[in-house]
């Protein structure tokens, strides 16, 4: 690396090429991941509409290079959440959050937006039952909630 007289570190060449090249730390669980395809997945789809927003040609030639590389990323973001299952409020929520943003780009669904709806209501439903059965165990709630499962021969208590 070279340096200038005011000590700014100035990158060559081969520097940035070695940045470049180093590949992004790992996610340290797959809610990291969500929560990494999520905001990748919004980012990409806000940036694509935003494109088009503000390219003032009238057949958004400038827009449509850059956008389809956007599209791209956010459909192989969209469907890694699809994949994926979310263990953690923080990975549900960012599954949660781009909701709307998807409901927007999305006027018919194909597989892979379908896939993703029902892999975020599996994970709310699987968390929620969790959470409700700890609440109920602690004796947190005044409700019954009818969706934890009950174990084998455990009467239900109608009282």
């Given at each position: 690396m070279n340096t200038t007289r005011s000590n700014v570190v100035k990158l060559t060449r081969r520097d940035k090429?070695?940045?470049?090249?180093?590949?992004?730390?790992?996610?340290v669980d797959e809610n990291a991941a969500i929560i990494r395809a999520a905001v990748t997945y919004a980012q990409s789809t806000v940036g694509f509409h935003a494109g088009f927003a503000v390219d003032p040609?009238?057949?958004?030639?400038?827009a449509s290079d850059s956008g389809d590389r956007c599209e791209r990323r956010a459909q192989s973001a969209l469907a890694e959440l699809a994949r994926m299952k979310a263990t953690t409020a923080a990975a549900i929520a960012?599954?949660?959050?781009?909701?709307?943003?998807?409901?927007?780009?999305?006027?018919?669904?194909?597989?892979?937006?379908?896939?993703?709806?029902?892999?975020l209501a599996r994970?709310?439903?699987?968390?929620?039952?969790?959470?409700?059965?700890?609440?109920?165990?602690?004796?947190?709630?005044?409700?019954?909630?009818?969706?934890?499962?009950?174990?084998?021969?455990?009467?239900?208590d109608r009282s």
């Open positions: 090429e070695e940045r470049r090249s180093s590949s992004p730390p790992k996610p040609d009238g057949n958004n030639s400038t960012a599954k949660a959050r781009i909701v709307p943003i998807f409901l927007g780009d999305n006027p018919d669904f194909n597989e892979t937006d379908q896939a993703f709806l029902v892999g994970d709310m439903h699987t968390f929620l039952v969790r959470v409700a059965s700890d609440e109920v165990a602690d004796g947190r709630t005044p409700f019954e909630y009818d969706f934890i499962p009950r174990a084998k021969g455990q009467a239900e």
